[in-house]
Nanobody, 124 residues
Framework: QVQLVESGGGLVQPGGSLRLSCAAS????????MGWYRQAPGKGRELVAV???????NYADSAKGRFSISGDNAKNTVNLQMNSLKPEDTAVYYC??????????????????WGQGTLVTVSS
């Protein structure tokens, strides 16, 4: 079972920066994409940014120009650099992994794993 360990959340003032990190272990198969989602109080979970194993990135409109996602395929890690943080960025941030594995008959099975979440609070 894939395990995800997240780190880097905390309290920051508006305009400040934080860097979130996520490391995946116990991987059976391959990772196709890693990303970050967030859930603010009273709201649904939404995509923040994702990066594929090939390096293609996708950002939510709210993250464009302020956040930067990067990954290391060899280490199975993904980072999210968040700059110019705003109070509306306050949320629990979740690491997400999409991957594939094959059984003994070489049938492909896709899997998705979520981290436990790390709280980011932007407040003065």
């Amino acid at each position: 079972q894939v395990q995800l360990v997240e780190s880097g959340g905390g309290l920051v003032q508006p305009g400040g920066s934080l860097r979130l990190s996520c490391a995946a272990s116990r991987i059976i198969g391959v990772i196709n994409a890693m990303g970050w989602y967030r859930q603010a109080p009273g709201k649904g979970r939404e995509l923040v940014a994702v990066i594929t194993s090939g390096g293609t990135t996708n950002y939510a409109d709210s993250a464009k120009g302020r956040f930067s996602i990067s990954g290391d395929n060899a280490k199975n890690t993904v980072n999210l650099q968040m700059n110019s943080l705003k109070p509306e960025d306050t949320a629990v941030y979740y690491c997400n992994v999409h991957g594939s594995r094959w059984d003994g008959a070489l049938r492909r099975e896709n899997f998705e794993v979520w981290g436990q979440g790390t709280l980011v609070t932007v407040s003065s």
